[in-house]
């Protein structure tokens, strides 16, 4: 657990201040006790001093009194006279005179004559006293009968000792209160008393302090006894020994409470006690004050923090504290403006692109979608995707860094021309990505116009100028889609048809994007196919002109997927060459063509097989010589396979193609031109290259009945190409009309569903066993012609 | 009793008297400090005296707050006369069996004499002045004498019977004491007495309280 500072601090000031407070309070507690103590103890010490002299004292007096008694002549007289009734009643006369309790009458050798009290013996010290000289009176405090006394024997002279006259005051009750009154301490007389027993015989204490019982046999314990039950009630006590005599004891235990001394310091130590919670109570206000001015800022300069943390650079720290909070949030806002600047660089470093200082991808994607958050309703847009036709060749011309500054020279072109609202953002190496906000397909004319117009203008780079070819492909929302990312592949599809344009600039059309995708997905699935090798062969006869017989078949690609269901050549052979699988598939084709010409051959079936090749294939020697190793291995005649290659596809590198063409010439393969009269054909190559055979394409062929210009490009070619020595086949032949047409045009060879569509292998072998009608009828009518 | 005779050391020498009718003893008494005892009554028992030589009348003098003498012998029936020399009045007084009296306050020669009738010792005070006492020795025995303040005492007899006792009274002894004796040649008897002799008449401090009264009072007269 983490305790706050303000609790630290107070428990660390309040908790030494009452750690101190309470020390010295109970210092002076004990003090004021130990001195209270002390001067009780002193106050015993100067209480028994006063006892003994107020006993003395009242000894003295009672002396004087009984002096003055005995010296009185009428009670000497009465006394000589011997006669006991006289003698008592003088006696008790001047007794009562002084008050005494206790009156006695002794021998002048001691002997108890008259007494008032029934005592045997005197005790041990007035006895002594009695026998000594008989000058003068004798004050002393004894027992009798359990009861203490101030006891004076007075010698009766007349003016010889006549006998001695003892004159007592008992110590009694009245006389301790007296005494207590004089002292202010409480007196108990502890004495031996009859019985051999020591008791408490007279007290000033209240009846619940002093000894109940008390017969121990000593007076010591007794008072010691008496001591300790005070003490056990906070009184402190002092033993005197008044009389220590063989047989008589008598001690006075002085005492005094302390808590009534401590009485008088009761207030102090309130005092002290108030003084205490107050400072205390200060301590802790003080505490909180001390902790509040630092943890105020503490807690401003926290949510600072988190503040600047969270983003939010917009507000200053401001503190109204001492020097060290104030630099510390000098510091927070040095901080805070450094965060907030390295933090816009940083962002706008991955907001855009360091080279143009464009917006980047990310950065437009945002805010794309923020505008389209912000305003959905207003859907209508337009994005043009732009790059530069002759940026590579530039590139290739005059270095990247040329190139670099032509990019940076386009993009201040385009910043130029955008319009309020518009955006504009470098998404890929030469791309830029052009945002019209509102713009319909309806006024897209005025923005390509005016793009062209400002790119119209050569620039000089270099001292070269150089004229920039914008190529643009546009997309519009929301006929065209309404997600960046949709919208963009659209735009990049308009744009690679804007490629093939010469007014440099492309809508996309609804659909072309899904061909696209579905191209992706052929190419995809194409993997897995010839992983699995899921391709079957289909061969097409081809029926020769000639020999009123079919010598050759064409092998067929054909592939069904398992998603896409059945895949024409047409459509999965461009992609397989435009991703390079194409290589794989052929040898995959090879192989199976070679086998099952091995299985017709053990049969009986003498076919040759027509394998289209790519162009890409005939570029690779690789192939060809596998190709030309895996004929030779299978033991085959060379010329059951004929190779049909495409000379656009040549063209790319005619060199390597007629090498490898010659390849498959020495190893006695016959080759054949495809598709002739599609793309580009050259008679210069066609001279050149070993072919033994023109195919020629059946766009030219399909409607051959009906177009005259077909049939007499047809008839030239057929022409020209027996004139270099060419056989020609005709594909796509699908009626009676065009056969004809050829069988007069002196065709070789003819191929199309009017002869048969392309079948198994096994359904092959059946057509070959029983030939439909209608070919059996081209025989006829050829000779019919004839 | 018995502890006083023995520390007495008697160094008995009896002096024999030449005259066939008559002896004579002296004795000198000294105390337990060495000093001589005075106002000790000195008796012979059953010896006899020449009675003659007691007179009828004594005379214990008051002179400045003392009864001078101290100790008198007399024989019963004897007056005794309390003349006042001092200017202050006297209380005399005497409570002593068989011979009691009271001389109230009086002056010069006032009072008239107290005849003792009775044998003993009959003690005297002043009821006044406190310090003052005397002892009058009421005794048939006319050989009874008083040590001088030397301790000194002339015994004498009549007859040619040599006294064979001694009995000596002190009023700081507590009783009488016999001591036997034994006819000596012409020597004087030592006794050593177990007293220390202090006069008890001495009142100082009363003397000079008094003193100071006169200075400060004034003259009623």
């Not at chain 1, 660089?345 to 980047?360: E, S, V």
């Not at chain 1, 031109?673 to 072919?691: A, C, E, N, R």
Request: glycine share 6%; charged share 20%; hydrophobic share 45%.
């Amino acid at each position: 657990m983490r305790t706050s500072f303000r609790n630290k601090l107070l428990l660390l000031i309040v908790g030494l201040l009452a750690v101190t407070l309470s020390t010295s309070l109970l210092a002076v507690l004990r003090a004021s006790s130990h001195a209270v103590e002390n001067i009780v103890r002193e106050e015993l010490q100067v209480v028994e001093r006063v006892f003994r002299a107020l006993l003395q004292d009242d000894r003295e007096q009672l002396r004087n009194r009984a002096q003055l008694l005995a010296g009185d002549f009428a009670f000497k007289q009465a006394i000589a006279t011997g006669e006991k009734a006289t003698i008592v009643s003088v006696l008790a006369n001047h007794g009562e005179r002084i008050n005494a309790d206790f009156v006695v009458m002794l021998s002048s050798t001691g002997d108890i004559l008259l007494s008032t009290h029934n005592i045997d013996r005197l005790p041990a010290n007035v006895l002594e006293t009695a026998q000594g000289p008989a000058t003068t009176a004798r004050a002393m405090l004894t027992l009798f009968n359990d009861q203490a006394y101030q006891l004076v024997l007075v010698p009766v002279l007349a003016p010889d000792l006549l006998g001695w006259v003892g004159l007592g005051t008992a110590v009694d009750q009245a006389m301790l209160n007296e005494l207590r009154n004089i002292t202010n301490a409480d007196i108990t007389l502890v004495a031996s008393i009859s019985g051999n027993v020591s008791a408490v015989v007279q007290s000033t204490l209240a009846d619940g302090l002093t000894l109940d019982g008390g017969d121990r046999q000593q007076t010591d314990d007794v008072a010691a006894q008496l001591a300790d039950s005070l003490a056990t009630q906070s009184w402190l006590s002092r033993k005197v020994v008044l009389l220590e005599d063989d047989g008589q004891q008598l001690i006075a235990v002085l005492s005094q409470s302390l808590e009534q001394a401590l009485a008088s310091y009761e207030p102090l130590r309130q005092q002290m006690v108030i003084i205490g919670f107050v400072a205390l109570f200060l301590a802790g206000i003080t505490a909180l004050v001390i902790a509040r001015s630092v943890t105020q800022p503490i807690y401003q300069l926290v949510n600072a923090a988190r503040r600047i943390a969270d983003g939010n650079y917009s507000r200053r720290v401001n503190l109204r504290a001492g020097e060290e909070f104030g630099q510390l949030a000098d510091t927070l806002n040095l901080m805070q403006d450094t965060v907030s600047e390295r933090e816009a660089r940083i962002r706008y470093q991955a907001q855009h692109d360091m080279l143009t200082k464009l917006p980047n991808r990310e950065y437009i994607y945002s805010a794309f979608n923020t505008r389209m958050a912000e305003n959905p309703q207003r859907d209508q847009f337009a994005m043009g995707l732009l790059e530069l036709a002759n940026l590579q060749q530039l590139t290739d011309l005059y270095g990247s860094e040329f190139s670099d500054t032509i990019l940076q020279q386009m993009a201040e072109r385009i910043i130029d021309s955008l319009r309020r609202g518009d955006m504009a953002a470098r998404v890929a190496d030469s791309q830029i990505l052009l945002f019209f906000d509102d713009l319909t397909h309806d006024g897209v004319a005025v923005v390509i116009e005016k793009l062209q117009e400002d790119f119209a203008s050569p620039v000089l780079i270099n001292g070269i100028p150089v004229r920039l070819e914008p190529l643009i492909g546009f997309v519009f929302a929301p006929q065209h889609g309404r997600k960046f990312e949709e919208l963009l592949r659209r735009a990049q599809i308009a744009l690679a048809n804007a490629r093939a344009t010469s007014s440099g600039y492309s809508f996309y059309q609804i659909g072309q994007d899904e061909t696209h995708l579905r191209q992706i997905t052929v190419a995809h699935r194409l993997q897995t196919a010839v992983e699995g090798k899921h391709f079957n062969i289909v061969f097409q006869p081809k029926y020769d002109l000639r020999a009123h017989d079919v010598l050759q078949v064409e092998a067929l690609m054909r592939w069904t997927d398992d998603e896409l269901g059945e895949v024409y050549p047409d459509e999965f052979i461009p992609v397989a060459e435009q991703t390079g699988i194409i290589t794989e598939i052929s040898m995959i084709m090879i192989k199976q063509v070679i086998e099952q010409i091995c299985a017709w051959r053990r049969g009986g079936l003498n076919l040759a097989v027509c394998v289209n090749l790519s162009g890409t294939d005939i570029l690779k020697t690789d192939f060809v010589r596998h190709t030309v190793a895996s004929l030779h291995e299978s033991g085959l005649d060379p010329a059951s396979m004929v190779m049909e290659v495409t000379e656009t596809m040549m063209m790319t590198d005619m060199k390597m193609a007629l090498a490898n063409i010659k390849l498959f010439e020495d190893a006695g393969i016959q080759l054949a031109i495809d598709d002739f009269g599609s793309g580009f054909s050259s008679l210069v190559q066609l001279k050149t290259l070993p072919v033994q055979e023109l195919k020629i394409d059946k766009s030219l062929v399909l409607r051959l009945d009906q177009d005259t210009d077909d049939q007499q490009i047809v008839r030239s070619t057929i022409e020209m190409a027996h004139y270099l020595g060419l056989k020609v086949v005709a594909e796509g032949v699908e009626n009676k009309a065009s056969l004809q047409l050829l069988q007069q045009m002196g065709c070789d060879a003819v191929q199309g569903f009017y002869v048969a569509r392309p079948m198994t292998a096994a359904a092959l072998e059946s057509w070959l066993g029983d030939l439909p009608t209608n070919v059996r009828a081209i025989r006829d009518a050829d000779v019919f012609s004839v | 009793m018995l502890r006083v005779l023995a520390v007495m050391r008697i160094i008995a020498l009896l002096m024999m008297l030449s005259s066939a009718q008559a002896g004579e003893l002296r004795v000198q008494l000294n105390g337990d400090d060495g000093r001589p005892v005075p106002f000790a009554v000195l008796t012979l028992p059953g010896m006899s005296a020449d009675s003659a030589a007691h007179p009828t009348r004594a005379t214990v003098d008051q002179q400045e707050r003392r009864f001078v003498p101290h100790v008198s012998t007399v024989t019963p029936g004897t007056q005794v006369f309390f003349p006042n020399s001092d200017d202050t009045r006297h209380h005399v007084y005497s409570f002593s069996a068989g011979n009691s009296f009271e001389l109230q306050l009086y002056r010069a020669n006032d009072a008239a004499p107290v005849t003792f009738d009775n044998a003993g010792i009959a003690t005297v005070g002043c009821n006044i002045h406190d310090n003052m006492k005397a002892y009058v020795y009421v005794s048939d025995d006319a050989t009874a004498r008083v040590s001088d303040l030397d301790g000194r005492v002339h015994l004498q007899w009549q007859g040619t019977t040599l006294p064979t006792l001694l009995e000596i009274w002190h009023p700081q002894l507590q009783s009488s004491v016999q001591l036997s004796i034994a006819p000596i040649d012409d020597k004087i008897l030592q006794i050593n007495l177990p007293v220390v002799w202090e006069d008890p008449q001495i009142g100082k401090s009363e003397l000079e309280l008094e003193e100071l009264l006169k200075r400060f009072s004034l003259d009623a007269n």
